[in-house]
Nanobody
Framework: QVELVESGGGLVQPGGSLRLSCTAS????????IGWFRQAPGKEREGVSC????????NYVDPVKGRFTISRDNAKNTVYLQMNSLKPDDTAIYYC??????????????????WGQGIQVTVSS
């Protein structure tokens, strides 16, 4: 059974940090480009960050550049999203997703075949 499971979310104060993990089972994560997405209440799901199969290439959307870092450990079948200097606007449900395409491109969700169940990140004082 193909499954992605996110962990590491929670409640954090503005300026704080969290590290999300995305662990795969039932397939080899290293064969896939991985994207992190988020969906805030009342908003559409948006791409946040992307990492290539080897981890050599990464991408971040402007709102998170310089604050978030994506990485992967293919031996552990896991991708991480380190989130620093968190802001209330980062509050959302975060999802990881796997794609067999060569890159995330414009973060079109239709290009990602496998999704995690999502995990809540809340930034509030």
């Amino acid at each position: 059974q193909v499954e992605l499971v996110e962990s590491g979310g929670g409640l954090v104060q503005p300026g704080g940090s969290l590290r999300l993990s995305c662990t795969a089972s039932g397939f080899t994560l290293g064969n896939h480009v991985i994207g992190w997405f988020r969906q805030a209440p009342g908003k559409e799901r948006e791409g946040v960050s992307c990492i290539s199969r080897s981890g050599g290439n990464t991408n971040y959307v402007d709102p998170v550049k310089g604050r978030f870092t994506i990485s992967r450990d293919n031996a552990k079948n896991t991708v991480y999203l380190q989130m620093n200097s968190l802001k209330p606007d980062d509050t959302a449900i975060y999802y990881c997703a796997a794609s067999i395409m060569s890159w995330c491109g414009d973060y079109n969700p239709a290009n990602f075949a496998s999704w995690g169940q999502g995990i809540q990140v809340t930034v509030s004082s």
